[in-house]
């Protein structure tokens, strides 16, 4: 006996041109919750999607207590008590919860006639919810629950299965602090029930908060195993063996060159959201601000992007008032969002990069009659790809292949494309890996010395890293606004977590 309830040896993957993984071993004991990090392309994704029965391994072997088992597809995978929760799960909004979690087993036997007796599932649902630290409504329609109810919602899918070993996929990357922290109570109830959990996230920092061990692949191969409780397993020694590479700072030096001012709020509220905001953002310096979702942050973005009308206060444009009637309206004045939800809100996916980044100001590249002058569409297009490093540079690459770190630089590209003269990013590098977040922060940095930038983010140590004036909202006041280098980096969590240090 090993001691393990799920042991992948030596598993290989080839694609077209690709070997994705060579010869990797990964292994996860009963009640343990462990790691699996890399960097986009390292090849956890393609281990994971073995294991969930999405690919079919080359080579090695998978072992369940003990057991040689074959995952050929996602029925055997469920079969062998082996379930995913991707990053944001697929639901049914219109199905009630107790529906939502039985969907496909609502009876016990299968036949042309077999009937849903809803009050026994409603009790089964409720039996389950009760075994762990969570309260949901389980008759509520499942698309009126929010983002940390609909995740436990898809888990005790998987419970009401008989699961034993547990894949969450990025489970934190749209959770605000307090639901990652019930998350966390959830994870570790199942701990206790002995349930195996491979744990995936890009977020270092929340790592040894929950997981006991943590693995890490690079280009497809084992690079290390270790005890998350090591006082070494440090996020800059994490990010060191992802990388590869000896690195002695995520983030870019600040900035020493303030230029002039080119755009100042006064007063700035929307009702109910944000009150009283008051900034000037300058090139070369980079405004950051800090609140957890929920503070008002992301209302404070749109509103200067012209999605939401102010009820309060001013905005000037290199010292003119101006009023923002629309996004198109505010791309017009030199402003551009990097958005949150880059899927939804800032690409669309299946067309190709050129299409993508050209959308945003295709006067640029029409002739008579609106027509577009492809060559020279593409070749501004090339020009911006390989400026901000999208790796590949491929114009013609649809945006849904690329990783999130690159699709992140083609919003980027559109925004250069926009010969824009402020640049908001909105959470700039939620589920991103930690090598593509250094360039990006990087990026954004050149942006500074030409562009306001206003970089605004519930991750407090990426706007005190990145951040050269910090403020602080906490439930839509402003609790601090400072030079960088005079607060700390605890002082400023407080301000935006509790509102006062």
Do not use: W
Not at 420 to 427: D, R, S
């Amino acid at each position: 006996m090993t001691g393990y309830r799920l042991e992948m040896k030596g598993i290989a993957k080839e694609f077209p041109g690709v070997r994705a993984l060579q010869g990797v071993d990964f292994a996860v004991k009963p009640g343990e919750v462990h790691a699996l990090l890399g960097v986009n392309g390292a090849g956890k994704s393609t281990l994971i999607k073995i294991l969930s029965g999405t690919f079919r391994k080359d080579a090695g072997t998978i072992l369940l207590d003990d057991r040689p088992i074959e995952i050929n597809s996602p029925q055997d995978a469920m079969d062998h008590g082996i379930a995913t929760v991707y990053q944001e799960p697929q639901v049914l909004p219109s199905f009630t919860g107790y529906e939502y979690i039985f969907l496909g087993t609502e009876t016990e036997r299968n036949g042309t006639f077999s009937v849903v007796h809803r009050k026994q599932l409603r009790e089964r649902a409720q039996r389950i919810l009760e075994l762990f630290p969570a309260d949901i409504d389980l008759t509520k329609p499942v698309g009126q629950l929010g983002a940390v109810d609909q995740e436990i919602l898809a888990i005790l899918r998987a419970l009401s299965r008989k699961m034993s070993v547990l894949v969450l996929d990025e489970p934190t990357s749209i959770l605000t602090e307090t639901e990652k922290h019930v998350l966390f109570r959830l994870i570790a109830a199942l701990k206790q029930r002995g349930i195996s959990i491979i744990y995936i996230s890009h977020r270092l920092e929340e790592v040894r908060q929950v997981v006991d061990r943590l693995t890490i692949i690079r280009d497809g191969k084992n690079v290390a195993t270790l005890d998350a409780r090591d006082q070494t397993t440090n996020p800059m020694r994490i990010a060191e063996l992802m990388l590869g590479e000896k690195i002695e700072s995520i983030y870019p030096a600040k900035g020493d060159d303030i230029q002039e001012e080119v755009l100042a709020a006064n007063g700035l509220s929307l009702g109910g959201k944000f009150q009283e905001v008051t900034f000037s953002a300058r090139k070369g310096q980079i405004l950051g601000i800090f609140g957890l979702v929920g503070s008002g942050v992301q209302e404070l973005a749109k509103t200067l992007f012209g999605l939401f009308k102010p009820t309060h206060g001013t905005l000037k444009l290199h010292g003119k008032g101006i009023e923002l009637r629309s996004a198109h309206d505010a791309i017009k004045r030199g402003i551009f969002l990097v958005p949150a939800d880059r899927r939804r809100e800032g690409l669309i996916a299946l067309e190709p990069m050129f299409f993508n980044v050209s959308l945003a100001n295709l006067g640029e590249v029409s002739a008579f009659a609106g027509l577009i002058r492809g060559r020279k569409e593409k070749k501004r297009v090339s020009a911006l790809i390989d400026r901000v490093g999208v790796t590949p540079p491929d114009v013609h690459a649809k945006v849904s292949a690329l990783s999130g770190g690159n699709q992140q630089k083609v919003i980027v590209s559109k925004g250069l494309f926009t010969e824009a003269e402020v640049y908001i990013f909105l959470e700039p590098t939620a589920g991103v890996d930690v090598g593509a977040k250094s360039g990006i922060y990087r990026l954004i940095r050149q942006l500074s010395r030409t562009a306001a930038v206003i970089l605004i983010s519930s991750d407090c140590e990426e706007v005190y890293g990145v951040g050269d004036r910090i403020i602080t909202l906490f439930k839509g006041q402003v609790t601090g606004d400072t030079d960088v280098e005079k607060v700390s980096l605890q002082e400023m969590l407080l301000l935006g977590v509790q509102g006062r240090i």
